[in-house]
């Protein structure tokens, strides 16, 4: 039994911050409740958390400051550079839909050296999902816009959200992607979560063929990472040399999310802005009442409320899961968005991303 991942750790690798609830577009999958409304995190707020990244990267090899959800380019990018400032020691992180890169931009990336990771679901048909706020499609104006950043120089790695996996899907999906010149390509199949109902049942044999497909298109043609491959392949690798315990970290990293208004949620940012009657608004604090580093360290020392409960289903996991090694426990806001509470075990999303990854990923290799 893997015996590892017990409680949250009491210093994180990263911090998500959330500089607007902005975006300029509407997928139709977005999980986000607030994408309409431009509410700004204030440089005080960016302030009050880099008092304590700062000590932590300062004792880290690495630590990275991930702007993420809305659209962090919808801040600007004087506010944005006011956000950053703040900051020593960090590597920062910028999670686009990259509708509005341009010249300046680029400009901006390489003067504050920012890691840039884009959404694009694939060629037009795939990324039909994607669109502008007047409804049309926002394929010309992504594609546009990694134009630029390729025109520039500027690297970035590609996030892909697939709605119907399934054969036949991903050899394509990922020669059009690995052709863009990305460092890295992720696929994510959609989520039931946030404001997202739409289903995500998908057939199990259907997500095993596609995982499947994308391992042998990577293995045919390995010139760019393929995130979740590499996960499943590690895994299975250390699994057969009997290392798999060192696989996952002892303590689940916290993942600090800091709102716009400065309020902490922590382990799942896919709860930030979201409330419920039986846990609240999910948020273990504010930056403008308590250090960052208090309230990660106070949730690490006695989890209380949903953290509790969450805990107590990665146990259950644990005990009842074969795939727990591989997969460490389903996640929060998975968990929630689709069974409404923490303490349960086995989610769609751990069917669809986990089991059937790792079956496909193995099925590929017992036929290769």
């Given at each position: 039994?893997?015996?590892g991942?017990?409680?949250?750790?009491?210093?994180?690798s990263?911090?998500?911050m959330?500089?607007?609830?902005?975006?300029?577009?509407?997928?139709?999958?977005?999980?986000?409740?607030h994408?309409?409304?431009?509410?700004?995190?204030?440089?005080?707020?960016?302030?009050a958390?880099?008092?304590?990244?700062n000590?932590?990267?300062?004792?880290?090899?690495?630590?990275?400051?991930?702007?993420?959800?809305?659209?962090p380019?919808a801040a600007?990018?004087?506010?944005l550079?006011?956000?950053?400032?703040?900051?020593?020691?960090?590597?920062?992180h910028?999670?686009?839909?990259?509708?509005?890169?341009?010249d300046a931009?680029?400009?901006?990336?390489?003067?504050?050296?920012?890691?840039?990771?884009?959404?694009l679901?694939?060629p037009?048909?795939?990324?039909a999902?994607?669109?502008?706020?007047?409804?049309?499609e926002?394929?010309?104006?992504?594609?546009?816009?990694?134009?630029?950043?390729?025109r520039?120089?500027?690297t970035?790695?590609?996030l892909?959200v697939?709605?119907?996996?399934?054969?036949g899907?991903?050899?394509?999906?990922?020669e059009?992607?690995?052709?863009?010149?990305?460092?890295?390509?992720?696929?994510?199949?959609?989520?039931?979560?946030?404001?997202?109902?739409?289903?995500?049942?998908?057939?199990?044999?259907?997500?095993r063929?596609?995982w499947?497909?994308?391992?042998?298109?990577?293995?045919?043609d390995?010139?760019?990472?393929?995130?979740?491959?590499?996960?499943?392949?590690?895994?299975a690798?250390?699994?057969l040399?009997?290392?798999?315990?060192?696989?996952?970290?002892?303590?689940?990293?916290?993942?600090?999310?800091?709102?716009?208004?400065?309020?902490?949620?922590?382990?799942?940012?896919?709860?930030?802005?979201?409330?419920s009657?039986?846990y609240?608004?999910?948020?273990?604090?504010?930056?403008?009442?308590?250090?960052?580093?208090?309230i990660?360290?106070?949730?690490a020392?006695h989890?209380?409320?949903?953290?509790?409960?969450?805990?107590?289903?990665?146990e259950?996991?644990?005990?009842?899961c074969?795939?727990?090694?591989?997969?460490?426990?389903?996640?929060?806001?998975?968990?929630?968005?689709?069974?409404?509470?923490?303490?349960?075990?086995?989610?769609?999303?751990?069917?669809?991303s986990?089991i059937?990854?790792?079956?496909?990923?193995?099925?590929?290799?017992r036929?290769?």
């Amino acid at each position: 039994m893997y015996t590892g991942l017990r409680g949250l750790a009491s210093v994180p690798s990263y911090v998500i911050m959330q500089p607007t609830t902005l975006c300029n577009l509407d997928c139709v999958y977005c999980y986000l409740p607030h994408r309409a409304a431009n509410r700004r995190m204030s440089v005080e707020v960016a302030e009050a958390v880099a008092a304590s990244v700062n000590c932590w990267a300062a004792a880290a090899p690495r630590f990275s400051v991930v702007w993420h959800g809305g659209e962090p380019l919808a801040a600007g990018r004087d506010h944005l550079a006011a956000l950053m400032a703040p900051f020593r020691g960090v590597e920062h992180h910028i999670q686009t839909n990259a509708t509005l890169i341009d010249d300046a931009w680029c400009d901006f990336f390489l003067e504050h050296d920012v890691h840039i990771g884009l959404s694009l679901d694939g060629p037009r048909s795939a990324t039909a999902g994607r669109r502008l706020r007047s409804g049309d499609e926002a394929y010309d104006r992504i594609v546009a816009g990694i134009e630029t950043l390729r025109r520039r120089g500027v690297t970035f790695a590609i996030l892909a959200v697939v709605s119907d996996p399934g054969p036949g899907l991903a050899a394509p999906l990922y020669e059009f992607l690995a052709d863009l010149g990305p460092t890295v390509i992720a696929v994510n199949l959609e989520e039931q979560e946030g404001t997202n109902r739409r289903p995500n049942a998908y057939a199990p044999d259907r997500v095993r063929a596609f995982w499947s497909e994308l391992t042998a298109a990577w293995r045919r043609d390995p010139r760019v990472e393929v995130r979740e491959v590499e996960w499943a392949l590690r895994f299975a690798g250390a699994a057969l040399a009997g290392d798999a315990d060192d696989l996952l970290p002892r303590r689940h990293d916290p993942i600090p999310t800091i709102a716009y208004d400065g309020k902490v949620v922590l382990l799942s940012p896919e709860l930030a802005g979201f409330t419920s009657d039986r846990y609240g608004d999910f948020t273990a604090g504010s930056v403008l009442h308590t250090p960052l580093d208090e309230i990660v360290a106070r949730a690490a020392a006695h989890p209380t409320g949903w953290l509790a409960e969450y805990l107590a289903g990665v146990e259950a996991c644990r005990a009842s899961c074969a795939y727990f090694g591989f997969c460490g426990g389903a996640h929060a806001a998975n968990r929630y968005f689709e069974q409404g509470r923490f303490d349960t075990t086995q989610t769609r999303h751990c069917r669809n991303s986990r089991i059937a990854l790792l079956e496909g990923v193995l099925d590929h290799a017992r036929v290769a």
